[in-house]
């Protein structure tokens, strides 16, 4: 059974926008603090709490940034990795390298060894890659109990 991609990846894209958002209203939150003090930083200054309150602000802002950067860069390598996992798959590989099936094995289109080898890629990909043995080349991938 081939697995559900379209739904893996709107899965991926919620739970990463869930961060992205929340990182982006500690960062709001944050400028709008920070702004707030200098605004009343005179006053705040004569209370004995000016510097350290708007240091307080730069906290959310800097974990906001963090969470933005980090729900951006696991959407970016997860989607890539889905589009690998539905693309470059052994019936892809076939079609592009018809040449490369020789007496029913296949072989690498970059160095011709027929040595395939197979890993699983675990972190819950639930996929295999299938490489050359030879020279390293990622040949195709495949899901998991297929
Ligand atoms: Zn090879």
């Avoid at 605004?39 to 004995?48: F, I, K, T």
């Avoid at 730069?58 to 990795?81: E, H």
């Avoid at 693309?87 to 390298?97: G, H």
């Amino acid at each position: 059974m081939t697995p559900n991609y379209k739904s893996q990846r709107i899965g991926v894209v919620v739970f990463t926008s869930a961060f992205i958002i929340i990182g982006a209203a500690a960062v709001f939150y944050g400028i709008i603090a920070f702004i707030s003090f200098w605004m009343r930083h005179d006053e705040l200054q004569q209370l004995g709490v000016g510097g350290a309150s708007s240091m307080g602000a730069l906290l959310p802002i800097a974990v906001g940034g963090i969470f933005i950067f980090s729900g951006m860069s696991i959407m970016r390598n997860k989607l890539r990795q889905l589009r690998l996992f539905e693309t470059k798959t052994y019936s892809e590989y076939i079609k592009l390298n018809p040449q490369q099936i020789r007496n029913g094995r296949v072989a690498c289109n970059r160095c011709q060894s027929s040595d395939v080898r197979t890993k699983a890629l675990m972190n819950k990909t639930y996929h295999r890659e299938h490489y050359c043995g030879q020279c390293g080349a990622t040949l195709y991938y495949s899901p998991e109990g297929v």
